[in-house]
């Protein structure tokens, strides 16, 4: 396989770019974006009709395909072809394994946790259908045992196999078999040249959409909960208006960092939200109830574990229920949406490492950094709510987006909590950034044909596109409509990502293992 690409411009306004990919995905990002502003009420009925209709009748294939996902993931990990190096054999990493995981963290998870992490926790404590299967009183102990293994389950293996696989499978087409980093390249062992007509460029439009409304599905999370924290520090009002211009003030700031690159903006700012976090931590950790954390995480995995194959292929047999369509149906779309994003930007720094590195490595890492984030956010929440009494349930009821902060407040530590809630706001807006920009870049090089540094006038572009993007969902109907845009992009992509695995698995057949090549590890600092 050479990279036989087709041409692109040299010079004018499409230098560096197709022109034909360029043309209709702006098209289609315009067209949106006007219908969405021009008939508000006609799109929120579409988007809700869509999300209804998926929900109903097309569940069991988002959870059948998160499943198979997985299985060819850890397939993968201990066949033979897990010791293959996704470049030359004897090639290294270009980043550290605290960078390398920084970024993929940062990139993957955005402002998801610190949305997710207490509000849905305190969400599942009072009730849920696997708390109702095992007789469990809401508001106890028990539920509150059950809610942290649901929440973990929804972040853990499951959605990270999607984000690692698709970045597994891209990095080895890239640099094991000289094809350009795009989706299309994947396919390479079914289609042979013609990923470089009009076949490819139907298959990488496919990825921009899935990537646009995956990536404005969390941009769109992260200013509803942003407003919260400058309410609790300012008093900011909350409103769709204010929503809206906390996403075109940070949308700059996240194109800025998209057009100062991947090793400066975007490197910098990952590593700036893991330290970050680990200060919100230790707070939480010291200030709240430090024991009860510690006991109920090692509780909190063997329970996760113990139940990770029948809560995979659990489907809700109450038809009237919409609690697998809220919860785990849109985590499962939201995962898929974000997996041409995140898996090229998974693919983008992990050249030098093995596919088992990166699959295991990051699966692995990745997810016990989520059960960490949870637990700690989580639990204190819990504890605080079932012998603190602080009704954070009611909170998080009447303003997910404001649960965070009345998390903090409750701690009762006077000296610290204005710093804290400047602190998780500040995050908000790091993670923010750090989603965007990743997002505007995979855009670009997906546009580019494959160049890891493409025009700086599109990412400019993309950056404002996915900006407005999630400031039309906010404006077209708030959550529902963002959750609707994350569950309907993921279908046509899940479609794509099956096919992916099959071409993965035709492509390693064709390889010769050999032993890998040793590196030290200082050479990878």
Not at 49 to 77: C, D, R
Not at 80 to 88: D, E, I, M, T
């Amino acid at each position: 396989m050479q990279n036989a690409q087709t041409s692109v411009p040299r010079s004018g306004v499409f230098a560096g770019v197709n022109k034909t990919m360029a043309i209709a995905s702006v098209t289609m990002v315009l067209a949106f974006v006007l219908f969405t502003v021009l008939q508000p009420n006609l799109a929120n009925t579409i988007y809700t009709g869509v999300k209804q209709y998926i929900e109903t009748e097309l569940g069991w294939y988002y959870i059948l395909t998160i499943n198979v996902v997985l299985f060819v993931a850890f397939a993968i990990i201990f066949s033979p072809y897990g010791k293959l190096r996704l470049g030359r054999d004897d090639e290294r990493p270009e980043f550290s394994n605290f960078t390398w995981f920084a970024m993929l963290f940062s990139a993957a998870v955005g402002t998801g946790l610190l949305f997710w992490s207490i509000a849905e926790p305190l969400n599942h404590l009072q009730g849920n259908p696997f708390s109702e299967t095992k007789g469990d009183i809401p508001n106890t102990l028990d539920a509150a045992q059950t809610a942290l293994r649901i929440t973990i389950f929804h972040w853990g293996f499951h959605g990270w196999a999607v984000y690692i696989l698709v970045g597994t499978i891209l990095a080895y087409f890239a640099y094991r078999r000289g094809l350009p980093m795009t989706i299309r390249s994947a396919f390479y062992p079914l289609l042979g040249e013609r990923i470089y007509g009009p076949i490819g460029h139907a298959i990488d439009l496919l990825a921009i959409f899935a990537t646009l409304f995956g990536t404005a599905t969390t941009l769109g999370l992260g200013v509803s909960q942003m407003n919260a924290g400058l309410n609790s520090l300012f008093g900011m009002e909350i409103s769709s208006t204010n929503q809206v211009i906390l996403v075109l003030v940070v949308t700059v700031a996240a194109t800025v960092s998209a057009v100062s690159g991947l090793k400066k903006g975007i490197r910098l700012l990952s590593e700036w939200n893991i330290h970050l976090s680990m200060i919100l931590f230790a707070f939480f950790v010291l200030a709240g109830p430090t024991v009860f954390l510690l006991t109920i995480f090692t509780t909190s995995v063997g329970d996760y574990l113990g139940n990770l194959l029948p809560m995979g292929f659990w489907t809700n047999p109450d038809p009237e229920s919409q609690w697998q369509g809220w919860w785990t149906l849109f985590y499962w779309g939201w995962w898929l949406s974000w997996g041409p994003y995140v898996g090229m930007f998974v693919a983008r720094i992990s050249r030098g490492r093995t596919i088992r590195e990166v699959l295991f490595g990051g699966m692995l890492a990745a997810t016990l950094g989520a059960m960490v984030w949870i637990v700690i956010f989580g639990g204190t929440a819990l504890h605080l709510q079932l012998f603190g009494g602080v009704d954070l349930a009611t909170v998080a009821n009447d303003n997910i987006t404001k649960v965070l902060f009345q998390t903090i407040e409750a701690l009762n530590v006077p000296w610290a909590t204005s710093f804290m809630l400047g602190m998780a706001t500040l995050m908000i807006v790091t993670w923010f950034v750090t989603s965007a920009d990743s997002g505007t870049l995979v855009i670009c090089t997906i546009l580019s044909q494959g160049n890891p540094n493409p025009p700086q006038l599109y990412r400019v572009v993309w950056g404002l596109g996915l900006g407005a993007t999630s400031a039309v969902l906010l404006l077209a109907g708030g959550l529902q409509a963002l959750q609707t845009a994350a569950i309907a992009a993921a279908l046509p992509f899940s479609v794509a990502l099956l096919v992916m695995c099959y071409c993965m698995f035709k492509a390693l057949a064709s390889e010769q293992v050999a032993e890998p090549v040793a590196i030290k590890q200082s050479e990878m600092t």
